[in-house]
């Protein structure tokens, strides 16, 4: 099975938030495993059920916050 990692700050129910769900559906039927990685807010609005949510956020500012960020990723 195939998978693809998105990064997204948070699931707060905008337009972003809801074209990633179309597009979690979308792989998810083509048979491609989908983590999503949330890294500013815990504000999550839109419920997808068919992706591993994560979340990532750190209390850091600048560079820092970027390199650990990072390294969670790996």
């Given at each position: 099975?195939?998978?693809?990692?998105?990064?997204?700050?948070?699931?707060?129910g905008?337009?972003t938030?809801?074209?990633?769900?179309?597009l979690?559906?979308?792989?998810?039927?083509k048979?491609?495993?989908?983590?999503?990685?949330l890294t500013?807010?815990?504000?999550?609005?839109?419920?997808?059920?068919k992706?591993?949510?994560?979340?990532?956020?750190?209390?850091?500012?600048?560079?820092?916050?970027n390199?650990i960020?990072?390294?969670?990723?790996r």
């Open positions: 099975m195939r998978k693809i990692a998105i990064i997204i700050s948070s699931l707060g905008g337009g938030q809801q074209y990633i769900n179309s979690v559906n979308y792989l998810v039927d048979n491609i495993e989908v983590f999503i990685y500013d807010y815990l504000d999550n609005k839109v419920e997808i059920k992706a591993k949510i994560r979340n990532l956020i750190n209390e850091r500012n600048g560079f820092l916050r390199l960020l990072i390294f969670s990723l």
